[in-house]
């Protein structure tokens, strides 16, 4: 094993030691592992709170800032965070306007934030929670009942977030949305297995030749594996699948947002060879593209993948995806 660390149980402490050296806009508690935007009280807006597992960079801590989350808790790689964490998050954020928890389907983070929450509420803070399960290749998985929550959050977050720096209600922010989510599905692909900085090693095997289609964010495994194939290919399967389910529950005309998201360690230039594949495949289904966005957003370590979120995005969905934001890893319009 060979990682640009200095231990394994220093690692997530070091990381956020260096958020906050580069970006001095943030309140970066590394003890209690609290990521806050320094003016989240101001304006008398809604606060926008989520977290998991570290070692998905930049989701959560690198999406706080103007436009997008108050406040993300970074719990120890692909572990949850506790209530404790979540519950002082909600509380450095609250401006009484209320607080929206974006949670990931995953068991721990789910249990965790709804205890965060019932603390919360028991402080007289108002709180509202949207469940993201946006990903479309496996129901029960190895940590989760129902689908995993995956790239998915990005668009939530970014959307929620803009609404809430415009001022809306936190009831108007909340089904915002959950609209968002309902609107979105997600498909991921793995090239080569995580390696965590605790064991040492990969989280699976798979071997060379072989590919696995449908994996998660934490190494979990997909629901297939075939021999290696090229990114066209690839493309036809991931966006196939996705346009499929979301038939089922999103509308079925109009445009989408589109992401290609790497998973770690798949270089940009496989990236954007991959984005083109996408943008054929959907301009052979019929399916315009509105927006694109090309990058590693919501990864797993050193995996090497992507993973194809597609979301059918009604005009205030772009108008808010258009929004300016300012974060550590989505900078525009301001």
């Not at 957003?297 to 300012?326: F, I, K, N």
Request: charge should be negative; charged fraction near 20%.
């Amino acid at each position: 094993m060979k990682m640009l660390i200095n231990s394994p149980e220093a690692v997530v402490a070091d990381a956020l030691r260096g958020l906050a050296a580069a970006h001095p806009d943030l309140d970066v508690d590394v003890e209690a592992r609290v990521v806050v935007r320094r003016d989240a009280q101001a304006g008398g807006r809604v606060g926008l709170v989520s977290g998991g597992g570290s070692g998905h960079e930049p989701l959560h801590a690198g999406f706080v800032g103007y436009g997008m989350l108050s406040a993300a808790c970074p719990g120890e790689v692909f572990t949850s965070p506790v209530p404790d964490q979540m519950a002082r998050a909600i509380k450095a954020v609250d401006s009484g306007q209320g607080v929206l928890l974006v949670v990931k389907n995953y068991t721990g983070d789910v249990l965790n934030f709804d205890m965060a929450a019932e603390l919360a509420e028991e402080d007289g803070i108002r709180v509202e929670r949207v469940l993201v399960n946006d990903d479309v290749a496996v129901t029960d998985s190895l940590y989760t009942a129902g689908r995993r929550g995956t790239g998915a959050t990005l668009f939530v977050e970014k959307i929620a977030g803009a609404a809430a720096e415009e001022g809306a209600p936190l009831e108007q922010v909340a089904a915002l949305a959950r609209r968002v989510n309902e609107a979105s599905g997600s498909f991921g692909v793995a090239l080569s297995a995580c390696t965590t900085p605790a064991k040492g090693s990969p989280t699976f095997d798979l071997p060379d030749g072989e590919l696995e289609l449908g994996i998660g964010i934490h190494g979990e495994p997909g629901r297939e594996r075939r021999p290696m194939m090229p990114a066209a290919e690839i493309a036809e399967v991931a966006v196939g699948t996705v346009l499929d389910d979301m038939a089922n529950t999103a509308p079925v005309d109009g445009p989408v947002l589109a992401l290609v998201n790497g998973m770690g360690a798949t270089p940009l230039l496989e990236l954007y060879g991959f984005h083109a594949e996408v943008a054929r495949v959907l301009e052979a289904r019929g399916v315009p593209v509105a927006r694109a966005l090309v990058g590693n957003y919501v990864t797993s370590l050193d995996m090497a993948g992507c993973s194809v979120t597609l979301c059918r995005a009604d005009e205030e969905m772009l108008r808010l995806w258009d929004a300016p934001v300012q974060t550590a890893a989505l900078r525009w319009g301001r």
